[in-house]
């Protein structure tokens, strides 16, 4: 990087930071930590505020994950920790006024390691897992009611869960069927048990369901990402894990099976690195999606994070890596 | 592969494995604004792995903003700008024709439409334009993104493409060696002008080791000028065989017949003939010059001499060994063959000479411009394509747009992709304009010109605009501050416009409803309602309708009247939509005349305001859960000691109002009419409301007594109008 690029944002963060999310107009950072709070800046170059932060306090142990709620619901985060609790957070009015705790929930036995809000096509709902190996989905209704769902998910734990896109991939491109489709209300959930699990809602039995199974990992799945689809028929989800590798997995139409491919980091390795096709070189801790879902950021354990594309031929290649 | 590094670094170098082994690692989230990355140090272990590593390992919490992209600098962006507007006039003259004879208005007829040239034409001159902008010798605060080289390379690839594939009307099967010597002599210059003063300053030229290669390039690339004009200072060689040589030479350079002076081919073909008569007898009398004779007292003449007559006789092998002696390139050898060797060579010819030259002299591999250059000769235009991408993504972009409609692209070759190949490098300079958050207006019409997907990625940079304002100088602290800026953002208009340009309603909708949320945050209702009429969104606007009503419950009627006064032209709006929701409509157009009604009282147009009372009843516009407020608003009016506001009708209407509350509280259905006067009333109880509604009955009664008085004894014409003093 060049000196003349944005300088890094202080966080004055007392502890380790566990994750940091950039809002929907990626104007605003909210990051946490095990200092047991969660901050807000504003990172925009010219945004008089940057790099000012507020601070919300509310957890009793370390943060896990942030999320921003879609900006038609307003300014509100989610955050989970260690203390078994989600807290949703709403920026007040004016804004010097600061963030206020507006709901807490706490139907979690143990540590809630993630937190995701479905699609705003949905409503707001937030999905929560927990090492007490269930899942929450939070449904926020317009009179300020809540409702909650709880069911096991992983044996031992869940790690992550991660929404898919509200319109079903390629919907654009198929031919319309007249009317409006619903949107897709289903997600993806990490777990312990080595396996990535798919959930619908049943509109008939109002209950989530399990759709899929997805076995390919051989130990903790630790992330998983669903991309968000534009326009292109296929759907893509793609899962970190202890076992050092990420897998990609695709379903070229709504009724075809998923298949899995491996990022293979040792195709870019430099020669004689002693890489093992298909493995990194250490746990993989964290997956994300760019915004058009065409760049996945993979963060290994080796103290790298890497950039990868999908390449005309359906091939993964890594076009970066970001390195201190 | 690119790699990235932090600025400052995160820990020094040759730290990593302390970083690692202290049980953190890098984390990266992509933005949703740009194609930036924010990094961060986190735990790479679990927490109590954490705490029995390395407590005292002191991190960096800073979070970083990496980018893959060269984000384009001031003088990058002034370019793609630029060149955007020729883009868009492109796309706009492909939408205005019809499918069917846009291919032959483009080009895929016989010949290539004046409008792909003027457009192709236009990408030159802004490339010239850069490039003379970054030759500038000026200061500047940092070096140029990309430098002056950058922009001659697009320039030299760019008019080339025009020269071998946009052929003017009537000349696609033109001889094109003219516009090949005269692209070759623009762009490669050679040889230069400081060599011909150095020669022409001295007064035996003849002896300088550059006089004969100098000579010969000039020949070469079809000079006559100066090559004659150095001729001449040979009739001070004391060689007779040279001077009566140079007697012949001189001529038949100076008349060396060019295509382009002539009407009709013919004419060209028969001169040409005539031409190289002489230049045979001028080899003749070269033959008969003594072997011993050739020689000055400097070096021997009659070689290059020998040269040149090749050149002019179109002897290949002579042409191509004195090019590899001139260190040319094969770029002079296939230019030299198409005015010397073959001047009828045609366009569709090149890629077969072209594959000759190249045998015995091969393109510089690691050059990019030469391989550029190399493909287009070719006629492989996917290759030219994939190295333009490499040398700067505009120019494929740019390029593969221009030959879309040329027939140039083997549609065949992309037909099992999702993604066209005209879409997919569009799209690929879409994203790396994407870097650059302000660049997002020529983002989205670039990704628009690719179909349904490119319309879809651009939705997502559109819904990613930020459309508030800046947050800190919003939201009043003070409700008593005015309420309503009436501000717009400048953004939120650019990006509407921007989706009817383009047809993105959804995407339209979408960001009218944020912009409601965020003006309703504002608490500027007018453009709350105004953006959800807009976006068609009923929920919300009950939403803001209820809104509204609760500026009257939690701050009163003085704030009430000031926060709804901007409301009234978005209710007309509101009202002439056809799709509008009825029900809050309805609610909206109480709170308007009830705030119109307050507005009224508090200015002292007392009259009026209790005739806005009669009215929402009998309009039915009050909502019964406002009965109770709205009666009590009445009351307080009757209780003025110097007007008599309402007539003896007016205060019965009133009073059957009051007793029907009254009627259906004693039935249990009092929280329908009476909740908002509790909750007005400091949460008081249904008993103290309806006690208050009592004293209102007995005050309107009492109302309604003095009216029948008044009116027995004056003018009931002014009683009914309901205007009579006391």
Same mark, same amino acid.
């Given at each position: 990087?060049?000196?003349?690029?944005?300088?890094?944002?202080?966080?004055?963060?007392?502890?380790?930071?566990?994750?940091?999310?950039?809002?929907?107009?990626?104007?605003?950072?909210?990051?946490?930590?095990?200092? #047991?709070?969660?901050?807000?800046?504003?990172?925009?170059?010219?945004?008089?505020?940057?790099?000012?932060?507020?601070?919300?306090?509310?957890?009793?142990?370390?943060?896990?994950?942030?999320?921003?709620?879609?900006?038609?619901?307003?300014?509100?985060?989610?955050?989970?920790?260690?203390?078994?609790?989600?807290?949703?957070?709403?920026?007040?009015?004016?804004?010097?006024?600061?963030?206020?705790?507006?709901?807490?929930?706490?139907?979690?036995?143990?540590?809630?390691?993630?937190?995701?809000?479905?699609?705003?096509?949905?409503?707001?709902?937030?999905?929560?897992?927990?090492?007490?190996?269930?899942?929450?989905?939070?449904?926020?209704?317009?009179?300020?009611?809540?409702?909650?769902?709880?069911?096991?998910?992983?044996?031992?734990?869940?790690?992550?869960?991660?929404?898919?896109?509200?319109?079903?991939?390629? *919907?654009?491109?198929? @031919?319309?069927?007249?009317?409006?489709?619903?949107?897709?209300?289903?997600?993806?959930?990490?777990?312990?048990?080595?396996?990535?699990?798919?959930?619908?809602?049943?509109?008939?039995?109002?209950?989530?369901?399990?759709?899929?199974?997805?076995?390919?990992?051989?130990?903790?799945? #630790?992330?998983?990402?669903?991309?968000?689809?534009?326009?292109?028929?296929? %759907?893509?989800?793609?899962?970190?894990?202890?076992?050092?590798?990420?897998?990609?997995? !695709?379903?070229?139409?709504?009724?075809?099976?998923?298949?899995?491919?491996?990022?293979?980091?040792?195709?870019?390795?430099?020669?004689?690195?002693?890489?093992?096709?298909?493995?990194?070189?250490?746990?993989?801790?964290?997956?994300?999606?760019?915004?058009?879902?065409?760049?996945?950021?993979?963060?290994?354990?080796?103290?790298?994070?890497?950039?990868?594309?999908?390449?005309?031929?359906?091939?993964? /290649?890594?076009?970066?890596?970001?390195?201190? | 592969? !690119?790699?990235?590094?932090?600025?400052?670094?995160?820990?020094?170098?040759?730290?990593?494995?302390?970083?690692?082994?202290?049980?953190?690692?890098?984390?990266?989230?992509?933005?949703?604004?740009?194609?930036?990355?924010?990094?961060?140090?986190?735990?790479?272990?679990?927490?109590?792995?954490?705490?029995?590593?390395?407590?005292?390992?002191?991190?960096?919490?800073?979070?970083?903003?990496?980018?893959?992209?060269?984000?384009? $600098?001031?003088?990058?962006?002034?370019?793609?700008?630029?060149?955007?507007?020729?883009?868009?006039?492109?796309?706009?003259?492909?939408?205005?024709?019809?499918?069917?004879?846009?291919?032959?208005?483009?080009?895929?007829?016989?010949?290539?439409?004046?409008?792909?040239?003027?457009?192709?034409?236009?990408?030159?001159?802004?490339?010239?334009? %850069?490039?003379?902008?970054?030759?500038?010798?000026?200061?500047?605060?940092?070096?140029?993104?990309?430098?002056?080289?950058?922009?001659?390379?697009?320039?030299?690839?760019?008019?080339?493409?025009?020269?071998?594939?946009?052929?003017?009307?009537?000349?696609?099967?033109?001889?094109?060696?003219?516009?090949?010597?005269?692209? +070759?002599?623009?762009?490669?210059?050679?040889?230069?002008?400081? /060599?011909?003063?150095?020669?022409?300053?001295?007064?035996?030229?003849?002896?300088?080791?550059?006089?004969?290669?100098?000579?010969?390039?000039?020949?070469?690339?079809?000079? *006559?000028?100066?090559?004659?004009?150095?001729?001449?200072?040979?009739?001070?060689?004391? *060689?007779?065989? +040279?001077?009566?040589?140079?007697?012949?030479?001189?001529?038949?350079? &100076?008349?060396?017949?060019?295509?382009?002076?002539?009407?009709?081919?013919?004419?060209?073909?028969?001169?040409?003939?005539?031409?190289?008569?002489?230049?045979? $007898?001028?080899?003749?009398?070269?033959?008969?010059?003594?072997?011993?004779?050739? /020689?000055?007292?400097?070096?021997?003449?009659?070689?290059?001499?020998?040269?040149?007559?090749?050149? +002019?006789?179109?002897?290949?092998?002579?042409?191509?060994?004195?090019?590899?002696?001139?260190?040319?390139?094969?770029?002079?050898?296939?230019?030299?063959?198409?005015?010397?060797?073959?001047?009828?060579?045609?366009?569709?010819?090149?890629?077969?000479?072209?594959?000759?030259?190249?045998?015995?002299?091969? @393109?510089?591999?690691?050059?990019?411009?030469?391989?550029?250059?190399?493909?287009?000769?070719?006629?492989?235009?996917?290759?030219?394509? &994939?190295?333009?991408?490499?040398?700067?993504?505009?120019?494929?972009?740019?390029?593969?747009?221009?030959?879309?409609?040329?027939?140039?692209?083997?549609?065949?070759?992309?037909?099992?992709?999702?993604?066209?190949?005209?879409?997919?490098?569009?799209?690929?300079?879409?994203?790396?304009?994407?870097?650059?958050?302000?660049?997002?207006?020529?983002?989205?019409?670039?990704?628009?010109?690719?179909?349904?997907?490119?319309?879809?990625?651009?939705?997502?940079?559109?819904? #990613?605009?930020?459309?508030?304002?800046?947050?800190?100088?919003?939201?009043?602290?003070?409700?008593?501050?005015?309420?309503? *800026?009436?501000?717009?953002?400048?953004?939120?208009?650019?990006?509407?416009?921007?989706?009817?340009?383009?047809?993105?309603?959804?995407?339209?909708?979408?960001?009218?409803?944020?912009?409601?949320?965020?003006?309703?945050?504002?608490?500027?209702?007018?453009?709350?309602?105004?953006?959800?009429?807009?976006?068609?969104?009923?929920?919300?606007?009950?939403?803001?309708?209820?809104?509204?009503?609760?500026?009257?419950?939690?701050?009163?009627?003085?704030?009430?009247?000031?926060?709804?006064?901007?409301?009234?032209?978005?209710?007309?709006?509101?009202?002439?939509?056809?799709?509008?929701?009825?029900?809050?409509?309805?609610?909206?157009?109480?709170?308007?005349?009830?705030?119109?009604?307050?507005?009224?009282?508090?200015?002292?147009?007392?009259?009026?305001?209790?005739?806005?009372?009669?009215?929402?009843?009998?309009?039915?516009?009050?909502?019964?859960?406002?009965?109770?407020?709205?009666?009590?608003?009445?009351?307080?009016?009757?209780?003025?000691?110097?007007?008599?506001?309402? &007539?003896?009708?007016?205060?019965?209407?009133?009073?059957?109002?009051?007793?029907?509350?009254?009627?259906?509280?004693?039935?249990?259905?009092?929280?329908?009419?009476?909740?908002?006067?509790?909750?007005?009333?400091?949460?008081?109880?249904?008993?103290?409301?309806?006690? #208050?509604?009592?004293?209102?009955?007995?005050?309107?009664?009492?109302?309604?007594?003095?009216?029948?008085?008044?009116?027995?004894?004056?003018?009931?014409?002014?009683?009914?109008?309901?205007?009579?003093?006391?």
């Amino acid at each position: 990087m060049a000196p003349s690029d944005p300088i890094p944002i202080e966080t004055a963060h007392e502890d380790m930071i566990h994750d940091a999310q950039l809002d929907y107009y990626g104007k605003r950072l909210a990051t946490c930590s095990s200092d #047991r709070t969660v901050k807000v800046f504003d990172v925009v170059d010219d945004e008089p505020q940057r790099g000012v932060g507020q601070t919300l306090k509310g957890h009793a142990g370390p943060v896990w994950q942030v999320a921003w709620a879609h900006p038609k619901f307003g300014h509100i985060l989610a955050s989970c920790s260690y203390d078994g609790k989600v807290i949703i957070w709403k920026e007040q009015q004016p804004a010097s006024a600061g963030w206020a705790k507006i709901k807490e929930h706490s139907l979690h036995t143990a540590s809630v390691n993630s937190v995701s809000w479905a699609p705003h096509e949905l409503g707001a709902i937030l999905a929560c897992a927990s090492s007490d190996g269930k899942i929450s989905v939070l449904t926020f209704k317009d009179d300020g009611q809540w409702g909650a769902d709880v069911f096991e998910a992983h044996a031992i734990g869940c790690n992550a869960v991660s929404w898919a896109p509200a319109a079903r991939a390629g *919907s654009l491109l198929a @031919p319309s069927t007249g009317g409006r489709a619903a949107p897709v209300k289903r997600f993806a959930s990490a777990g312990c048990d080595n396996i990535v699990k798919i959930w619908g809602f049943s509109e008939e039995t109002q209950a989530w369901v399990e759709e899929d199974v997805l076995e390919g990992h051989t130990d903790w799945v #630790r992330d998983v990402a669903w991309a968000p689809n534009i326009g292109l028929p296929r %759907s893509y989800i793609a899962t970190a894990s202890q076992d050092k590798t990420v897998l990609v997995w !695709t379903k070229d139409t709504p009724t075809a099976p998923w298949v899995k491919t491996a990022l293979d980091p040792s195709i870019s390795a430099a020669p004689g690195a002693g890489a093992t096709p298909g493995k990194f070189p250490d746990v993989v801790w964290r997956v994300s999606w760019s915004l058009a879902g065409n760049v996945l950021a993979v963060s290994c354990g080796d103290g790298k994070v890497t950039l990868w594309k999908e390449n005309l031929k359906g091939g993964w /290649e890594c076009v970066s890596d970001v390195s201190s | 592969m !690119t790699t990235i590094r932090l600025y400052p670094p995160l820990f020094e170098e040759g730290k990593e494995i302390e970083f690692v082994r202290s049980g953190r690692t890098l984390s990266a989230i992509p933005s949703p604004r740009d194609n930036s990355v924010a990094v961060f140090s986190t735990s790479a272990v679990d927490p109590q792995t954490l705490k029995s590593l390395n407590e005292k390992y002191t991190d960096s919490r800073d979070i970083y903003t990496a980018s893959t992209d060269k984000i384009p $600098t001031s003088e990058r962006r002034l370019f793609v700008t630029d060149t955007s507007v020729i883009f868009a006039s492109l796309q706009d003259f492909k939408n205005s024709n019809k499918t069917s004879d846009l291919d032959s208005r483009l080009g895929r007829s016989e010949q290539v439409s004046p409008v792909l040239i003027k457009h192709a034409v236009d990408y030159v001159k802004i490339v010239v334009d %850069s490039w003379a902008r970054a030759s500038k010798p000026v200061n500047r605060p940092r070096p140029l993104q990309y430098d002056a080289n950058h922009y001659r390379t697009l320039y030299t690839c760019l008019s080339l493409f025009v020269v071998l594939y946009l052929p003017e009307a009537g000349f696609d099967d033109a001889p094109v060696g003219e516009e090949l010597m005269e692209w +070759l002599n623009t762009h490669f210059i050679e040889p230069s002008s400081e /060599e011909g003063d150095h020669l022409s300053s001295q007064d035996k030229p003849w002896q300088d080791d550059t006089f004969w290669p100098y000579l010969t390039r000039s020949v070469l690339r079809g000079f *006559s000028k100066a090559p004659v004009f150095l001729l001449e200072t040979l009739s001070r060689h004391p *060689s007779e065989h +040279l001077q009566n040589l140079v007697n012949y030479l001189s001529p038949l350079l &100076s008349s060396h017949p060019r295509i382009l002076q002539f009407s009709t081919e013919r004419e060209f073909v028969v001169a040409l003939r005539r031409w190289k008569e002489r230049v045979k $007898t001028l080899r003749l009398e070269l033959d008969q010059v003594p072997e011993e004779e050739r /020689e000055d007292d400097f070096e021997n003449w009659w070689k290059p001499l020998s040269n040149i007559v090749g050149i +002019l006789e179109g002897r290949l092998e002579i042409i191509q060994n004195i090019c590899i002696d001139l260190n040319a390139d094969w770029k002079e050898v296939c230019a030299t063959w198409s005015i010397f060797v073959n001047h009828r060579l045609r366009r569709q010819d090149l890629p077969e000479v072209v594959n000759q030259v190249l045998e015995s002299m091969p @393109p510089d591999p690691t050059d990019l411009e030469d391989m550029i250059h190399v493909a287009l000769f070719r006629g492989e235009i996917m290759e030219a394509l &994939s190295h333009a991408a490499k040398l700067d993504i505009w120019l494929a972009a740019h390029w593969i747009d221009l030959m879309e409609h040329l027939d140039l692209l083997n549609t065949h070759a992309g037909d099992d992709l999702e993604i066209s190949i005209r879409d997919q490098y569009i799209l690929s300079y879409a994203d790396y304009l994407h870097s650059d958050p302000a660049l997002w207006r020529i983002t989205v019409a670039y990704m628009c010109s690719c179909g349904s997907i490119g319309k879809e990625q651009a939705d997502q940079v559109l819904l #990613r605009v930020p459309v508030d304002v800046n947050r800190g100088a919003t939201g009043p602290s003070d409700v008593h501050a005015t309420v309503s *800026s009436g501000e717009v953002p400048e953004a939120l208009r650019d990006v509407i416009e921007t989706c009817h340009e383009y047809g993105r309603e959804s995407v339209r909708r979408m960001v009218c409803t944020i912009a409601a949320q965020n003006f309703l945050r504002r608490r500027e209702y007018g453009l709350a309602v105004s953006y959800t009429t807009s976006a068609e969104n009923w929920t919300w606007l009950g939403r803001i309708v209820d809104a509204i009503l609760a500026e009257y419950i939690k701050h009163g009627p003085e704030v009430f009247a000031r926060s709804v006064a901007a409301v009234a032209p978005s209710l007309q709006e509101l009202r002439a939509h056809p799709g509008a929701d009825g029900v809050f409509t309805h609610r909206l157009m109480f709170a308007v005349r009830y705030a119109e009604f307050h507005q009224r009282r508090l200015s002292g147009d007392l009259q009026e305001a209790a005739l806005d009372i009669l009215t929402m009843f009998n309009e039915d516009l009050a909502p019964k859960m406002w009965w109770g407020v709205l009666l009590c608003d009445a009351v307080e009016l009757v209780r003025h000691d110097s007007l008599m506001l309402y &007539s003896s009708s007016g205060a019965v209407e009133l009073l059957k109002r009051l007793e029907e509350v009254n009627l259906r509280a004693s039935q249990g259905s009092g929280d329908d009419y009476l909740s908002v006067l509790m909750v007005t009333m400091k949460g008081a109880t249904e008993g103290e409301v309806l006690q #208050r509604l009592k004293s209102a009955r007995l005050s309107l009664a009492k109302y309604y007594a003095k009216c029948t008085m008044v009116a027995g004894g004056r003018d009931v014409t002014r009683l009914r109008a309901g205007i009579i003093a006391v």
